[in-house]
């Protein structure tokens, strides 16, 4: 084989995760975006639409608009890719729970635009599992949601065969701890899962076109040489599970697809300029070897940790695949890697690792009835992350080492160097809604929902033409999710923080601060105990996770009852448990609006003990919040987790009156 | 802090004033010298003699192996009793592992309730130091609620011989093994676990294995020839099954039962394990030992409530 392509080879499909305000807005922004060289489109809808609330419902408040785009009907589809022709675009939609909807939106729209839904291609994320492990953004429990999914496989293939109905992800595993091992691990059982749900839904002989169709969405941390070896072994397991489970014996249907969003967990609100290096390192993780190389890449921005990337920010991450792809010699070459006896080495010890994980899954029962023991052994494997870096012993520059720094002035602008979205938005946004309800034909919707209901409740047939039927009808967003939610019922996924291990040898801070908690709780007449809460439709868990797992290693009594709650039902939970101190954990952008209501909500039902606050916090919105009640605010440049539990039980020895140590 | 008062907590619960609650549990959850006064006080006014009887709460034992799916089951029940307009306590019992001193309490997370309903109170507590103990908090929280709430929940885990400090303290006693737990099924035919009043078998979503369950568990306990135990089988995911029959057979049982002999063994209980938890086995053997303190208590007055018990145990050290 001659060391040199024939011809160089194409680049990837280029994408930028965007979305936001409204779908106006975002229409203008994915317009300038593929102006600028961007080849392909990834939709960032926000959280009411990931978990089917529409913008008025109780639920969605202060999210709207927020972290992407709301899309609540046909309507806002439309407005959404106005003037991009759908019959030539490849559109990724990151939407799980109510990802059966929003194709059947995209159905819709395409048809408003001549374009048959044969003719379309993209990729639903779709994937279940990943979000009750590590995302959040899930409605149903996990029966229904896996026959959601192999409903949507089963249409697609035979309706809609250019589409990707899911990407089993990885990429959330590694965001929420995953070793490389656990990463490869967790989603080929994921993967098994979904083709064995599909298997029931699909005639025998269309698997091989089933199989054809499943892609992934995987993570490259900065470590980029094994990250590149977690790519080949996943291919190789990919491609045994093809033959072996599945029966498959076409060479094109057994490749290993993937899309990639680089790690972004990694990334720092300390010196925030260096995470443009990590990027480009964590990029050539996935483009470096020809034979795993990504299908489709999207960047993450310098500003990560800080908030919602710009414009600018998202260009300057396009123009990093752009530098890669168009002005080196990386696409010159067949596989750089074949031969090389050291990625032939951590290939092998990565396959060896992640079978023998599969295998423990399997034993669970596979990947859906092993949902809480792989959560468990994730947040598990990140108390393990944080502490090597709170030990020093995993070096994160300008974080943990070489933290001298002149001032950025990347962050000096007025506008803190992020994006903020107009509160005002929601508003909009409730009207807007109010006014499509009352402009439909209400008796076609209703007809559309009861049909809807019926095929939800029914054991075999396929929830996709009732869902188009509904988008067609005018339906929202909210109505759909709602009428499945009572078919389905609803679910709160585990937490896995009961399960994960103490660091019983910490540091001598560690054992000093067991002491004074023991001191204090002593004097307060029983155990400190501290709740942790997550307001709002936040999935970020990791945090309030960490710190619910360190503040029992220290000692405390803690009541954590995972992501979305609303500010009652908190209130309520530390009236009931005789709390000391809530933390609230808050990493969606929307702590202006539910930080004060929980706090409201506490002093209303005599609750009078001091609250902290972390997550991304902008230091403009310090101030306000602290005005509102709150005692102390934490954001990712606090690493320290134990010095964190330091403030905390100094605060609630403060407000009960005890003297402090001696 | 200022020090939470026992008589006026007692005088709420004894007006039915429900939002006592928190300020009981804080109460008897305390340690120190003042907050036990307190809570003599506050066991004193919800006493028989202070309410004219028995408290007329349930007091349901909920127990069983981990993860067996007690704290969903429950969840289910809340939301049942509600609907029949019954108010409920859940005092969970979590058997995390405190060798940090601290403990990460999850029975709450699987519980659904409505926040703005003060018909429902949930509260989490670590458990003692042995599986299935009670912790002498709960025993008084229990007694107390029950004066107030129509029913109050204690959930614990246990499984064999561990659930005796539930079956002591608790009306009626529930039993929940999930589906292919075969050390329930062993420990009833050997005789080693006490007979429940109540055996749930959960997860009958799951189907055959479910029903295979059920049927084992009333064999074995045909073996021993037990039949009165009622054995059901429930679904706490969508769509519930079983729930109502499960709240049948729990009122079935109350109303068979001899509840104000099962509540003066409770408080004489109580009374030995919080004399226990203060003054030791040393304690107890200034007492003559464990046999001679419990036939000193069966010889009291059966309405005699539980801070006077242990203060009677206590003069007796004293004496000898
Ligand atoms: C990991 C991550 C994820 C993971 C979350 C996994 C999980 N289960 O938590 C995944 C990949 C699933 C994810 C998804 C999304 N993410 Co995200 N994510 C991040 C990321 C990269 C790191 C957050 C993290 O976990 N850090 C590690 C933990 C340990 O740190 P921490 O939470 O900050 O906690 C520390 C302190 O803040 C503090 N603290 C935190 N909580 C508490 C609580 C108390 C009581 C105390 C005392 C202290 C404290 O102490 C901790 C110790 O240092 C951040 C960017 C960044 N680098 O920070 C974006 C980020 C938070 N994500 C963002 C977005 C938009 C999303 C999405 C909403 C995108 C979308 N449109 O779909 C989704 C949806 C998630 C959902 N359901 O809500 C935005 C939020 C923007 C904003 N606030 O304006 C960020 C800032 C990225 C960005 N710049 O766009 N994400
Ligand atoms: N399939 C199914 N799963 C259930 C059912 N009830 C509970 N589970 C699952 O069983 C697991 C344990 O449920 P819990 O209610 O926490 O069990 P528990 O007995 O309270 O557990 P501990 O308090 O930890 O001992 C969870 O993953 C539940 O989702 C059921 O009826 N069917
Ligand atoms: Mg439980």
Redesign the pocket.
Known sequence: MSHRLPERDKPWMMRT?A?HSTAAKSNELYRSNLAKGQTGLSI????PT?TGYDPDDELARGEVG???VPVAHAGDMAALLDGIPLDRMNTSM?INATAAWLLALYVVTAESQGVEQAQLSGTTQNDIIKEFL????YAFPPGPSMRLIADMIAYTVEEIPKWNPINICS??LQ??GATPVQEIAYAMSNAIAVLDAARERVPADRMSAVFARISFFVNAGVRFVEEHAKLRAMAVLWEQLGRERYGVTDEKALRFRYGVQVN??????SQPENNVQRIVLEALAVTLGRDARARAIQL??W???????RPWDQQWSLRIQQVLAFETDLLEYPDIFEGSKVMEGLVGELLEGARAEMAVVAEHGGAVKGVDYMKAALVDS?RER?RRIEDGEQIVVGLNRFTESEASPLVEGVDGG?MTVDPAGEAQQIEAVRAWRSGRDQAATDAALAELARVAASEGENIMPATIAAARAGVTTGEWSRTLREVFGEFRAPTGVGDAAASLNGSADLAALRDEVDRVSEALGRRLKIL?GKPG???????????AVRARDVGMDVVYEG?RLTPEQIATSALHEGVHVV???????SHLELIPAVVTQLRERGVDVPV?????IPDADVQPLKAAGVA?V???K????TR?MQD?VRLVAERGGVSTAA | MTQLDGSALAARLRAGDRTAAPDVLNLVESRTPAARVQADALLRGVSPAALGAEAGGHVVGVTGPPGAGKSTLLSELVRAWRAAGRTVAVLAVDPSSRRTGGALLGDRARIAYDPRDDGVFIRSTAAADRLGGLAPSTRAAATALAAAFDVVVVETVGVGQSETDIAELADTVAVVVQPGSGDTLQFLKSGIMEIPDVLVVTKADLGDIALRARRDLSAALRSVGERETAVLAVSSVAPATGIDELIAALDAHLAHTDVAARRVRARRATALADFTAEHGERGLRALGGRREAQRWLAAQNPACDVPSLVGGLEARTVSA
Request: no cysteine; net charge negative.
């Open positions: 995760y979305g960032a809808f926000d959280l990931q927020k972290v992407g990151t590590a995302r959040g953004t990429y959330h965001e929420a972004s967990l990694g990334l720092t609100e993450p921005a500003n990560e940790a800080l908030g919602l990337p990140h944080i992020i942790v439709l936040d999935g970020h868990s990791n945090g309030a996770e960490q710190i992501i933390g609230l954990s808050i990493l969606s952008g902290v606050v972390g997550g991304i102390a934490y954001t990712p606090d690493f320290d987790i964190i905390i």
